[in-house]
């Protein structure tokens, strides 16, 4: 089947689609901003992937804190956690982040990227349930070797943005091997709601023109050969159909959310927002 000339102008990094299963339903309604880095979208109806640059979309990076997804549904698989709104204390340490400072749920500890909460199941679930659920979900390249409290943080544990977005395909077609309740409760946890999204994700939370929402989870981590690594992987449901994507970003110095400002202006470029 031939492929009709897409109408996105090629300030969107010439934007490849991959597979040729038809283009989006319509066009961008504005002109798409250059994403700095790799961004990665995929039709949950029609499978079809858009993605701006196949090189650096397939390179594997650190997931940092976006790996709380998969480790949200693991310690609630695994009983580690059985309520998300059930608190844990705070160990009393004082960390950098303020917000981190107080007892915290697993709904919170994903809102606020709580370090140290994840740190604390991660020694309840165990390197060996953890590397077998890793392998269930087929994320990334499933090395849980090192230190079990920080493995995802700046390596070995290793994922493309393309794997991101097929994990959450996955995750959003409820198609993962894990039971109705973890699941819904995950997905619940990440949506970015206008009232409820702590500062740095005001942006991702809307409320769109479009009525659409959408869910999130960013990430940052620092490694020696790309500096500083921004992540924000998620979902959207709009009138116009169902997506996840996957943002990164990397460089030197990054401030904020970059990876999260840039997926935005791919999204609204796209007209999927």
Known sequence: MTRAPSPLPSLLLALVLLPPLGALAQPARTE???????????????????????????????????????????????????DPAATRKWDGKKRDVPDWNRDHSLESAIRYSVVWFFQGTAKQIGRERMKDWLHRFGYGNEDVSGELTGFWLAGPLLISPEEQVRFLARLYKNELPVSERSREAVKRILVQAPDTAPERMKRLAGPWPTGAVVSG??????????????????????????????????GEHLEGPTALHAAVDALQGLGVL
């Open 32 to 82: 798409p901003k250059k994403h700095p880095g790799c961004f990665v979208l995929l039709d949950l109806k029609t499978g079809e992937l858009t993605r701006n640059d196949p090189e650096r979309c397939a390179k594997r990076m650190p997931p940092a804190s976006t790996f709380k997804v998969p480790h949200a549904l693991i310690a609630l698989e695994t009983g580690v956690v059985t």
């Open 217 to 250: 989870k960013t990430g940052s981590t620092h490694t020696k050969q790309d500096g500083d690594v921004s992540w924000l992987v998620g979902h959207v449901r709009s009138p116009r159909g169902e997506y996840v994507f996957a943002s990164l970003v990397t």
